[in-house]
């Protein structure tokens, strides 16, 4: 319980996603099971009770996305112990059961025990929170091992007798196109359905492209050299020299002058200037 949380879970993609499946399971959830005596809310056709209860449940998912955006913020400075987590989650059930509670006992003008309403809005709360919770815990854990798994395998087949790494670039079809030492590799931008690498050959500037995307690049070449910078560049961070601020934001100069400046763009700002500090501190 003293050790902190992975990154993955309060990574913005996977809070986007965990967001949108718990909001999708909770309205799901509402319509079969119908919990919170929620079938008395409104004396309409199923069709519209489809309709108000969809825009009762997204309201209350709003407390996940404030707890949620919170969570980020605090993680990304301080990180998050498993038992902080533990808390954070009960913390999210209690908001969304008092809120669904005070929407019964308000809107609804419920006469039942405000007590009672609050300890049945918890346990439905927790099913609402819980299972999609889990779910979600287990496909992050097992996605984060399997890239971990890849970049280890990718890892021992770059690595030649000499000790010396290379990139091995493969193509949508997962097919090898190009491979060069490490330390050549200067930048890689997409280009439509390419991705142009951007390398020195015998001191001079050279491009090779291959059909692939941006994206699966940075999966494959996940804990090496090569980070993302915006959205259309990965640079090789063994070349990078300089990080200036600019008024547009920060810029990254590397070591060849055939490299333009690039610009860090503010989607991946935090992760390279951790990575910038972590690779040139003392």
Request: glycine share 2%; with cysteine.
């Amino acid at each position: 319980m003293n050790q902190k949380i992975s990154e993955y879970l309060y990574e913005k993609g996977n809070i986007t996603r965990l967001i949108i499946y718990t909001a999708l399971f909770a309205l799901v959830f509402i319509n079969i099971y119908q919990p919170f005596d929620s079938r008395n809310w409104f004396p309409i056709s199923e069709e519209m009770f489809l309709v108000f209860s969809s825009l009762v449940i997204l309201t209350g998912v709003l407390v996940v996305l404030m707890s949620r955006v919170i969570m980020y913020h605090y993680a990304r400075r301080k990180g998050l112990f498993f038992w902080q987590y533990a808390l954070w989650i009960l913390a999210e059930i209690f908001a969304m059961a008092m809120f669904y509670t005070l929407f019964q006992s308000i809107i609804l003008d419920d006469k039942r025990l405000f007590s009672d309403m609050l300890r049945q809005s918890i346990i439905n709360t927790s099913l609402v929170l819980l299972l999609p919770y889990s779910i979600l815990w287990l496909y992050f854990a097992l996605k984060d091992r399997n890239k971990k798994l890849a970049t280890l395998s990718n890892k021992e087949m770059e690595e030649g007798h000499s000790g010396k790494q290379m990139f091995n670039f493969r193509d949508e079809k997962k097919d090898l196109r190009f491979s060069v030492a490490s330390e050549q590799v200067l930048w890689i931008e997409a280009a439509d359905n390419y991705v142009k690498i951007h390398y020195q050959n015998k001191g001079k500037p050279a491009t090779f492209m291959v059909r692939n995307t941006l994206k699966k690049i940075e999966d494959d070449f996940f804990s090496t050299t090569l980070v993302r910078c915006n959205r259309s560049v990965i640079v090789n961070f063994d070349r990078v020299k300089i990080l200036r601020k600019e008024q547009e934001g920060f810029f990254l100069s590397l070591d060849s002058e055939a490299a333009p400046d690039i610009l860090v763009s503010k989607t991946y700002a935090d992760k390279v200037l951790m990575r910038f500090s972590e690779q040139y501190s003392g």
